[in-house]
């Protein structure tokens, strides 16, 4: 994990770095009035945009488990428990990371998440309804599926893509702002008007709903690798089976915000939309096993 965090960091700074130059050289900071007010406003981004998801990471088992409700199974109560400890500490084992805590929450919905701030620290959460809606190949396909996030490091690397976005919807808001403040400004002034806060707000919610689109645009490629995963630690025909199941099954999330997108199965939508759900359509998702079945058995003949 440090050193996945390290990597963004210092890609972060390189681009920051690379921006202030190209702000310099098209006279951005002169405009301003102040060269030293976007070397300012480049840190202030820099720490605004990584500070909220580095925080939402290291507290993301805590706050998934108080979202939802589940109970970490400290000590296997019945068979069913039993099996599911079993089988995750064998995928884990599989899939070369630590043990992760097993829970369960209550919820009719065939649904599962992981989450947790390191590939040894996580937290794998199953619903009551996959339990009951499921047979066990299935199951642990799905339970595959969460192992491979937590394996691949999706967590972290969405957590640091959310801050690298985040970082610049901070900056180019605020340099927005503070340009339509001057242009609409008619007096010298020592601090910024409300042109300045309104055209802020409305900078950032724009850039925001933009800057959504970018970090779900990467969400659904991870559940490609997941579903592939998933058939690695449990066979093709079980991830395939499973996600065949969930159509057949289909309700919305009731997962929280904070944690829907680490869940297996996500919302629907068309056209605008689509651009912003976390996974591809089930539909997608099974073709690409398929597509994946097929190519296998043409490099085997």
């Given at each position: 994990?440090?050193t996945?965090?390290?990597?963004?960091?210092?890609t972060?700074?390189a681009?920051?770095?690379?921006?202030?130059?190209?702000?310099r050289?098209?006279?951005v900071?002169?405009?301003?009035?102040?060269?030293?007010?976007v070397?300012?406003l480049?840190?202030?981004?820099?720490?605004m945009?990584f500070g909220g998801?580095?925080?939402?990471?290291?507290?993301?088992?805590w706050?998934a488990?108080?979202?939802?409700?589940a109970?970490?199974?400290?000590?296997?109560?019945?068979?069913?428990e039993?099996?599911?400890v079993?089988?995750?500490?064998?995928?884990?084992?599989?899939?070369g990371?630590?043990m992760?805590?097993?829970?369960i929450?209550e919820?009719?919905?065939?649904?599962a998440?992981?989450t947790?701030?390191?590939?040894?620290?996580?937290l794998?959460?199953v619903?009551t309804?996959l339990?009951?809606?499921?047979?066990?190949?299935?199951a642990?396909?799905?339970l595959?599926?969460?192992?491979t996030h937590?394996?691949?490091?999706?967590?972290?690397?969405?957590?640091?893509?959310?801050g690298?976005?985040?970082?610049?919807v901070?900056?180019?808001?605020?340099?927005?702002?503070?340009l339509?403040?001057?242009s609409?400004s008619?007096?010298e002034r020592?601090?910024?008007?409300?042109?300045?806060?309104?055209?802020?707000m409305?900078?950032?919610?724009?850039?925001g709903?933009?800057?959504?689109?970018?970090v779900?645009?990467?969400s659904?490629?991870?559940?490609?690798?997941a579903?592939a995963?998933?058939?690695?630690?449990a066979?093709r025909d079980?991830m395939i089976?499973?996600?065949?199941r969930?159509?057949?099954?289909?309700?919305?999330?009731?997962?929280?915000?904070?944690?829907?997108?680490?869940?297996?199965?996500?919302?629907?939508?068309?056209?605008?939309r689509a651009?912003?759900l976390?996974?591809?359509?089930?539909?997608?998702?099974?073709?690409?096993?398929?597509?994946a079945a097929?190519d296998?058995?043409?490099r085997?003949?």
């Amino acid at each position: 994990m440090v050193t996945r965090i390290l990597l963004f960091l210092v890609t972060n700074l390189a681009v920051v770095l690379v921006l202030n130059v190209v702000l310099r050289v098209l006279g951005v900071d002169r405009m301003l009035g102040n060269g030293g007010q976007v070397n300012g406003l480049l840190i202030l981004a820099l720490v605004m945009g990584f500070g909220g998801s580095i925080i939402s990471l290291l507290l993301s088992k805590w706050s998934a488990r108080r979202a939802t409700g589940a109970q970490v199974i400290a000590s296997p109560a019945n068979p069913t428990e039993q099996w599911l400890v079993d089988t995750v500490g064998r995928l884990a084992a599989q899939a070369g990371i630590g043990m992760p805590e097993v829970a369960i929450y209550e919820a009719p919905e065939i649904n599962a998440f992981a989450t947790g701030a390191s590939r040894d620290h996580a937290l794998v959460a199953v619903s009551t309804g996959l339990l009951n809606g499921m047979s066990a190949e299935e199951a642990q396909a799905v339970l595959g599926h969460e192992i491979t996030h937590v394996a691949n490091g999706d967590m972290i690397t969405l957590a640091l893509i959310q801050g690298v976005v985040n970082t610049f919807v901070i900056f180019f808001a605020r340099i927005i702002a503070s340009l339509v403040d001057r242009s609409l400004s008619r007096s010298e002034r020592s601090g910024p008007g409300i042109a300045y806060f309104v055209s802020s707000m409305i900078a950032e919610v724009l850039l925001g709903i933009a800057a959504s689109a970018i970090v779900m645009w990467f969400s659904r490629r991870r559940e490609f690798r997941a579903d592939a995963g998933g058939a690695r630690l449990a066979s093709r025909d079980h991830m395939i089976a499973a996600l065949e199941r969930l159509k057949l099954a289909y309700e919305p999330s009731s997962l929280p915000e904070g944690v829907r997108a680490f869940g297996i199965a996500g919302g629907g939508g068309l056209g605008l939309r689509a651009l912003f759900l976390s996974h591809p359509p089930l539909d997608q998702r099974i073709a690409a096993l398929r597509a994946a079945a097929a190519d296998s058995g043409l490099r085997l003949h």
